[in-house]
């Protein structure tokens, strides 16, 4: 299925700003049993992103082919984060370089959010997969889009920029395990069909299908982990590998000191939290599956030696911590995801990256990989820039009657102001479970004003439903922390 911007005219054009910036990898020196057939440096490299839903950062001990293929034979983000931990922001985040207060993509359901909301901003017109197609790429995505795609598009709707788009056609859902529809296709896939593994098909058949003087921006984003975390049946039985917190927020005197919202939440039981960490496990296999299946087809079509792979999450998820389950909370183990980056061309094998990284990195790390010109809030991930710290912020979430926040992070503390005017402040250094809340602690006094005066500069616009009036901060550049 073709569309976007007539990629059809361009079947084997490279980008000249790409072979420019490519140039000097020519000399890069590549062994292999397989090089002989690959295509020859320099060019505009394949890239291959990897988008799962809801995996949290520690999960990647329990995937062998992605520890082989990718961590072991890449780089590790240690501190990769989202600024707003919910699917639609952060996957607007992703494709257009921009923070959610630059978007407007605030929420997962219109107005706020959803694939209208998307639209209506012009996302769909301008982001990665619109500034590489038009300069030569051959563009797909495979998996999921934005909540609410499928409820008000027609079957055959391709969005600008993908010459190739098979998303989840589930009314009602973003994605599901069985029981779906890819966009462009009458084809119902019922319950012996898992979606993850239909997905890495369509990857595979795409990879061996695109013509070796075409480079490729494949984009499988799955519905794994998400709950109902459900796993492909030839891993009902496997054992979950994570570990889980239990009990942390039950102590009366630490209770005391979260804010109103969170005390008003019952703590989720040990029994679900073992069922999520379970169901995560077991669905993250098959995605390890994939993994393998797609870099099997690069090897085996001769492009893996000038392939960057980047795999991540759009969000965490918490399971236990704060006595809570979910997302579209500031807290760690939400906006904290897994990220690997591997590109045999560029990036050293088996590599750490202590930085804070962003998702509002990606389209800045892709495009300046490509060569190809294109305006983001995000910094390139194979440079050495770095970043004191980040803005989270979010709408209020009234299910849980959480009001809406903005805040800071950097590598050690975490600091939210909600809109009801209650802060949190959490010091990683001796607190990395986020047990005790510091915001009223004498001895943190200069370091949450410092936090407060970044997270109003850096947090513009705010997210609906918050304002910083009354607050005790200023406004002024981003400073340094004390201490």
């Known amino acids: 299925m073709r569309g976007g911007r007539g990629g059809g005219r361009r079947r084997g054009r490279r980008a000249l700003s790409a072979l420019l910036v490519f140039a000097a990898v020519s000399a890069v020196t590549v062994s292999g049993p397989w090089l002989a057939q690959s295509r020859p440096l320099p060019s505009a490299p394949d890239i291959v992103v990897f988008l799962t839903d809801d995996q949290r950062w520690d999960s990647l001990d329990g995937m062998p082919a992605l520890q082989d293929e990718l961590v072991d034979r890449g780089r590790l983000y240690e501190q990769a984060m989202v600024p707003t931990s919910l699917c639609c922001p952060s996957r607007a985040t992703i494709l257009s370089g921009r923070y959610a207060h630059s978007t407007g993509v605030w929420g997962n359901h219109y107005p706020m959010g959803g694939w209208r909301r998307v639209q209506e901003q012009g996302i769909e017109g301008e982001?990665?997969?619109t500034e590489l197609d038009a300069h030569g790429y051959e563009t797909a995505l495979i998996g999921k889009y934005f909540n609410g795609f499928?409820?008000?598009?027609?079957?055959?709707?391709?969005?600008?920029?993908?010459?190739?788009?098979?998303?989840?056609?589930?009314?009602?859902?973003?994605?599901?395990?069985?029981?779906?529809?890819?966009?462009?296709?009458?084809?119902?896939?019922?319950?012996?069909?898992?979606?993850?593994d239909v997905?890495?098909?369509?990857?595979d058949r795409l990879i061996r299908s695109t013509g070796q003087d075409t480079p490729l921006f494949l984009y499988l984003a799955t519905w794994a982990p998400h709950g109902p975390f459900t796993p492909p049946r030839r891993y009902a039985a496997a054992p979950g590998t994570q570990p889980v917190a239990r009990g942390r927020v039950e102590v009366a005197d630490r209770r005391r000191l979260q804010p109103a919202w969170?005390?008003?939440?019952?703590?989720v039981s040990a029994a679900a939290m073992d069922a999520i960490r379970d169901g995560q496990d077991r669905s993250l296999l098959a995605v390890d599956d994939a993994v393998a299946r797609v870099v099997r087809a690069l090897r085996e079509s001769g492009r893996l030696h000038n392939t960057l792979f980047l795999f991540m999450s759009d969000n965490g998820l918490l399971r236990g911590e704060h006595g809570l389950t979910g997302k579209h909370v500031p807290y760690d183990a939400a906006t904290r995801v897994p990220m690997v980056l591997r590109w045999d061309a560029r990036v050293p094998a088996g590599t750490v990256d202590r930085r804070l990284a962003l998702n509002v990195d990606v389209a800045a790390t892709l495009s300046a990989a490509a060569g190809v010109?294109?305006?983001?809030?995000?910094?390139?991930?194979?440079?050495?820039?770095?970043?004191?710290?980040?803005p989270v912020e979010a709408i209020g979430k009234r299910s849980l009657g959480r009001p809406a926040y903005c805040g800071w992070r950097t590598a050690r503390y975490l600091y939210v102001r909600y809109a009801d005017r209650e802060e949190e402040l959490y010091d990683y250094a001796v607190d990395p479970a986020e047990e005790v809340n510091r915001a009223d602690d004498p001895r943190y006094v200069r370091t949450l004003r410092a936090l407060r005066r970044n997270a109003r500069e850096s947090c513009s616009p705010t997210p609906p439903g918050f304002s910083w009036t009354g607050s005790q901060g200023v406004t002024g550049p981003v400073v340094g922390l004390p201490g």
């Open 373 to 390: 010109p294109m305006r983001t809030e995000g910094l390139d991930l194979l440079g050495r820039q770095t970043r004191p710290g980040f």
């Open 262 to 267: 969170l005390r008003a939440q019952r703590p």
């Open 199 to 203: 997905l890495a098909s369509r990857a």
């Open 150 to 196: 499928a409820n008000v598009t027609p079957d055959d709707y391709v969005p600008p920029g993908w010459d190739h788009f098979w998303a989840f056609r589930t009314p009602g859902r973003s994605g599901s395990y069985h029981d779906f529809r890819l966009s462009g296709s009458p084809r119902f896939y019922g319950d012996r069909a898992y979606s993850t």
């Open 127 to 129: 982001n990665i997969a």
